[in-house]
């Protein structure tokens, strides 16, 4: 037998593979690794701390955790041997309720991540391009290119105010069919005006509307805007506000012309047992989910004013639950670890346009006198 495979190969009628790799579509041999946050016990063993010693102010998680109902409920759940309920139905009938749109409008997913990645797998054949606007969250770009799409880059101008003529143009010269809006805006906290969002939705594309930070805003969501534009998405999460970024549950509204078939290339059981009984037990005290929201908006302002005093940091003014910061005439890399050190983990990036900034989220008080002290001793 092995005479006859031999020879099969030789004869060209049998060829064993030589890597593994030959199997994997080209594009994504090129693909850049997404770098994510790490946790607690990661950090504790690189810094020789106690996880409770260290603060962790890089990836924009809710100091203050979940609702109490939220761990009794996890404590209850009678069914986890059971698969979930594939559509999610208590939840998205609960957040239907909370904003006032009929749940048919709605998906939920783990986390608005998945839902991304499922917008494009549905929307985006392989050559098809997405428009972004950096420096904004990565995953867009990140999942258009897993997806084999083209990322069309249209930069924020100066204060990280949206080019709209630039986004208009790059949708008619490369037939962009998805163009991706943060507001409020990761890293910056800036927010997009009504008329600007309207002005895009007059384009012949997608618009996909990510409000994963609304909540720490003075503006309403515009959740309710799928109701009268068929090119709207609109994403929100409980990762931020409700502090349940490690169940991972987000959810979206969509045009009821898409939603159908979008359901049809979801996976089934998405949405775990756990993480449906969380975010249901969340959304039962909403005076809970109130108190923390206006507890963080109001250190971010104190924040803000503190961060200001330091001779070395500009910061820029938020409506998410975070700071960005350029540092002038230190590297700020530099910064970024020396805080390390101390226990304070903050965020930089290594991209270009944000190599001079550091972003701080915003966390209990004692978060931020610890922090100021240490970037005064700097």
Not at 207 to 227: G, H, M, R
Not at 231 to 246: C, D, E, H, M, Q
Not at 280 to 296: H, K
Request: hydrophobic content about 40%; overall charge negative; proline content about 8%.
């Amino acid at each position: 037998m092995r005479r006859d495979v031999q020879a099969g190969a030789a004869e060209g009628t049998v060829v064993a593979p030589s890597t593994a790799t030959q199997f994997l579509r080209p594009h994504l041999l090129k693909l850049a690794a997404y770098t994510p946050i790490e946790p607690f016990e990661i950090l504790s063993a690189r810094y020789g701390r106690k996880p409770e010693d260290i603060i962790k102010l890089d990836a924009n998680e809710n100091p203050y955790g979940p609702p109490p109902e939220v761990l009794a409920a996890l404590g209850t759940m009678k069914y986890p041997h059971i698969y979930p309920d594939p559509e999610s139905r208590r939840l998205r009938k609960a957040l239907g309720e909370l904003n006032d749109i009929p749940m048919e409008h709605l998906l939920v997913g783990c986390g608005a991540d998945e839902l991304i990645d499922l917008l494009m797998r549905c929307v985006l054949e392989p050559g098809d391009s997405i428009v972004d606007c950096p420096p904004t969250f990565t995953m867009y770009a990140f999942d258009a290119e897993v997806n084999n799409a083209k990322v069309i880059t249209v930069p924020r101008l100066p204060g990280f105010q949206m080019d709209i003529p630039g986004i208009k143009q790059a949708v008619s010269d490369h037939k962009s069919k998805m163009v991706f809006l943060t507001s409020p805006n990761n890293p910056d906290g800036s927010m997009m005006s009504d008329a600007e969002v309207l002005e895009l939705l007059e384009l012949p594309c997608l618009v996909v509307l990510d409000e994963a930070y609304i909540e720490f805003s003075t503006e309403p969501s515009k959740i309710k805007w799928v109701e009268k534009y068929p090119n709207l998405i609109v994403l929100r999460t409980f990762s931020k506000s409700a502090a349940l970024a490690g169940l991972r549950v987000g959810y979206g509204a969509f045009p009821l012309g898409m939603i159908e078939y979008i359901w049809r290339a979801k996976q089934p059981y998405n949405v775990s047992v756990a993480a449906e009984v969380a975010a249901c037990a969340a959304l039962t005290n909403m005076e809970y989910l109130e108190t923390v929201r206006n507890a963080l908006v109001s250190e971010r302002d104190r924040l803000f004013d503190l961060m200001k005093e330091i001779p070395y940091l500009e910061p820029y003014p938020s409506h998410a639950n975070f700071i960005l910061a350029k540092v002038i005439g230190r590297d700020a890399k530099a910064v970024k670890d020396a805080l390390a050190e101390e226990g304070i983990i903050v965020r930089h990036y290594a991209k270009k346009e944000l190599s001079g900034y550091i972003r701080i989220s915003v966390g209990k008080p004692e978060h931020t006198d610890a922090l100021v002290a240490s970037l005064r001793k700097l």
